[in-house]
């Protein structure tokens, strides 16, 4: 329930979003005309995949280009969106709360001015970082303000070419549709190349004693049972902590690593020239950085360790890769090089692989997307066969086709994930990137449909001949 401040606020602020959308809108003219499909209806422009905070800011960005003729799909319902209120399991984000985002510089659509309308700035003020709920509610906002136009429960299942158009099989409420459009854009999140990582011999276990960070888990099931998170990075620490304040009965976090993780390099790459001209060096600064930063991972800051920490019942492993891993009776036996622990649930949390293969929306040309290993060779100290399936991107964050004569139609479908971070940094990955990675990719995507109706701008350019003035005497005195 909103108060009266909150109400009165946030009304306030819409009109301000308003106004300050109206005072920047230069220049407005509509320069795109519609597309025709081949079943007679008018294509979108751009079918965004995904409509969580990636998505709703790409879709933001393009209307502010006059790219009129977006649609938004996502397989969750409403509300459901992106991570916030699924499988992030944090208290807070770990951003700080000064970070922007999908506002895209204008000030009356950050997050700090929605807090502000909806509690007032004292507790703006007050405030150390943004809870998760809240960010989920001001995506929300942010969607319905400017009026983003989402289609959810929609899936797409197939991507396949349609004269120079793209089309869509989709898998909605309404059954299976076709959406055509001539450009795609996925932002689809963790998953969006690959699919989560299940950790090595876990996997082997019946499905009833594990799962992976990202799946729906019934914590309060996990009262009174020992459970076993697998990684170390902030995923785990939150998973282990959800079950713990659960009443799991003991809770190990078995890290690989001779000591987990806590220095975070996103910190240190958060500033205009990385995030902005990472992807202009050439392929060997590119990999050197980014190879430095992904081997690092992500570390997690202390709100996160000592969420677990406080609980007596939370066990620490380093050193302790699971070697072995077998069914005894009701329970799960876990070898590692120090001990062997026995417990009731496992839970994954080693992040994701890619492999575009396992999207079924990528089935048909997943073969031929072209990736970090075909297109560069590292020294053979940097080399790393994990970074070498992301994929080769264009500047336009456009897949790239291994073999060049073939699925030429794939470089209509951008991508902006945290696959895309081989390329262009956490673009798609992280809160911190998008202020320059969405403007970067909407620059892409105008520009490519731009190049494609040079004949048409060219022919009408010919033929313009609007009079700005009326040559005629001067007045008589």
């Not at 649609?71 to 208290?91: C, F, I, N, Q, S």
């Not at 299942?157 to 004269?163: H, K, L, N, T, W």
């Not at 209509?412 to 971070?421: C, E, K, Q």
Request: include cysteine.
């Amino acid at each position: 329930m909103m108060d009266g401040l909150g109400v009165n606020g946030l009304a306030a602020l819409e009109a301000q979003v308003r106004d300050e959308i109206a005072r920047t809108q230069h220049p407005n003219m509509a320069w795109l005309k519609p597309a025709a499909a081949p079943d007679g209806s008018e294509a979108v422009d751009v079918l965004i995949v995904g409509a969580g905070q990636s998505g709703l800011a790409i879709a933001f960005g393009l209307m502010r280009s006059q790219v009129s003729r977006i649609l938004l799909v996502d397989k969750a319902k409403r509300g459901r969106e992106g991570p916030w209120r699924t499988y992030a399991r944090m208290h807070t984000l770990r951003s700080p709360k000064s970070y922007t985002g999908p506002d895209l510089d204008l000030p009356a659509l950050t997050y700090q001015s929605w807090h502000e309308a909806r509690f007032g700035k004292d507790d703006w003020e007050k405030l150390g970082l943004i809870p998760t709920g809240h960010w989920a509610d001001y995506l929300d906002w942010f969607r319905d303000v400017l009026g983003i136009n989402v289609r959810s429960k929609t899936e797409v299942v197939d991507i396949a070419p349609a004269g120079d158009l793209l089309a869509a099989t989709v898998h909605g409420e309404g059954g299976e549709a076709i959406l055509y459009a001539r450009k795609i854009v996925l932002a689809t999140g963790q998953e969006s190349l690959g699919d989560w990582i299940t950790a090595p011999l876990v996997g082997d276990l019946p499905q009833k004693y594990r799962a992976h960070c990202a799946e729906p888990i019934d914590f309060a099931a996990l009262r009174g049972k020992r459970v076993a998170v697998i990684g170390a990075g902030a995923s785990a620490f939150d998973n282990a902590a959800a079950a713990l304040e659960a009443g799991a009965d003991e809770v190990y976090l078995l890290c690989r690593r001779a000591q987990p993780q806590v220095i975070q390099p996103y910190r240190w790459l958060t500033f205009r020239g990385f995030l902005r001209h990472l992807s202009d060096l050439d392929d060997a600064w590119r990999w050197r950085f980014m190879r430095k930063i992904l081997d690092l991972r992500e570390g997690f800051p202390q709100p996160t360790f000592d969420r677990c920490a406080i609980h007596e019942n939370f066990h620490l492993h380093v050193g302790a890769p699971i070697t072995a891993a077998r069914e005894s009776g009701s329970s799960v036996i876990l070898t590692t090089p120090q001990s062997e622990i026995e417990v009731d649930f496992v839970i994954s949390a080693i992040g994701i692989d890619i492999d575009p293969a396992q999207r079924p929306e990528l089935k048909r040309f997943a073969h031929n997307i072209a990736s970090w290993a075909d297109r560069y060779t590292p020294p053979a100290h940097e080399r790393d066969d994990r970074l070498g399936r992301f994929p080769y991107l264009g500047d336009d964050f456009a897949l790239a086709p291994k073999v060049e004569a073939e699925t030429q139609w794939i470089k209509n479908i951008h991508l902006f994930s945290i696959a895309a971070t081989m390329s262009f940094g956490p673009s798609g990955s992280s809160i911190n990137a998008m202020t320059t990675a969405v403007p970067k990719l909407v620059s892409g995507v105008t520009r490519s449909l731009f190049s494609a109706d040079l004949d048409r701008h060219w022919a009408e350019l010919e033929a313009y001949d609007v009079p700005q003035a009326v040559i005629r005497p001067p007045p008589k005195p």
